[in-house]
T-cell receptor, first 114, second 114 residues
Framework: AQSVTQLDSQVPVFEEAPVELRCNYS??????LFWYVQYPNQGLQLLLK??????LVKGINGFEAEFNKSQTSFHLRKPSVHISDTAEYFC????????????FGAGTRLFVKA | EPEVTQTPSHQVTQMGQEVILRCVPI?????FYWYRQILGQKVEFLVS????????KSEIFDDQFSVERPDGSNFTLKIRSTKLEDSAMYFC????????????FGPGTRLTVL
């Protein structure tokens, strides 16, 4: 069975500082990995996804993530955050064996301070 | 760009009442899903639907829940007798046969059970 662990429930960071949001997954088959962002009182927006190929994936809003198969990780990074990046970030996994459903992590609240 | 739409955006109901949440998936998509997010918690898979039948459901999706695709465009989630603990944001999602890797999420319906 698939599962996703987001290691930090909250990450406070100052504006223009770099940030890394950590995600580990477990699955018995090849997976697709995703990061979603949720702004207050809004829906889910796809930031980026890893399907295959290059392990470094670039997404919207300057975010990127690196797939590490040996460590079963898919950490999200941004070199310089803005106040507007304050939101909840969800790591997620899906696979064909799972009927394409998406399993989400518990989320990490990124709080960017001025 | 095509998008998944959901109505209503907010539904308030009394405990024990039936509610129907509506979704219009992207027109050429064939796989449909409902997810739930209780306030402050992670997004949880409820059910997936393909070829006019449920392909998978979670433990949350008990006999009080049902899904239907009544016509060629709508996908509905019915809760027969709502409980207080059904209060949550409900997200619809869909993906296409040729692109099963990425689900497109709707903006959600906030259900409040009083």
């Amino acid at each position: 069975a698939q599962s996703v662990t987001q290691l930090d429930s909250q990450v406070p960071v100052f504006e223009e500082a770099p940030v890394e949001l950590r995600c580990n997954y477990s699955s018995s088959v090849s997976v697709y990995l995703f990061w979603y962002v949720q702004y207050p009182n809004q829906g889910l927006q796809l930031l980026l996804k890893y399907l295959s190929g290059s392990t470094l994936v670039k997404g919207i809003n300057g975010f990127e993530a690196e797939f590490n198969k040996s460590q079963t990780s898919f950490h999200l990074r941004k070199p310089s955050v803005h106040i507007s990046d304050t939101a909840e970030y969800f790591c997620a996994v899906s696979d064909r064996a799972g009927g394409f459903k998406t399993i989400f992590g518990a989320g990490t609240r990124l709080f960017v301070k001025a | 760009e095509p998008e998944v739409t959901q109505t209503p955006s907010h539904q308030v109901t009394q405990m024990g009442q039936e509610v129907i949440l509506r979704c219009v998936p992207i027109s050429n998509h064939l796989y449909f899903y409902w997810y739930r997010q209780i306030l402050g918690q992670k997004v949880e898979f409820l059910v997936s639907f393909y070829n006019n039948e449920i392909s998978e459901k979670s433990e949350i999706f008990d006999d009080q829940f049902s899904v239907e695709r009544p016509d060629g465009s709508n996908f509905t989630l019915k809760i027969r007798s709502t409980k207080l603990e059904d209060s949550a944001m409900y997200f619809c999602a869909s993906n296409s046969l040729g692109s099963t890797d990425t689900q497109y999420f709707g903006p959600g319906t906030r259900l409040t059970v009083l």
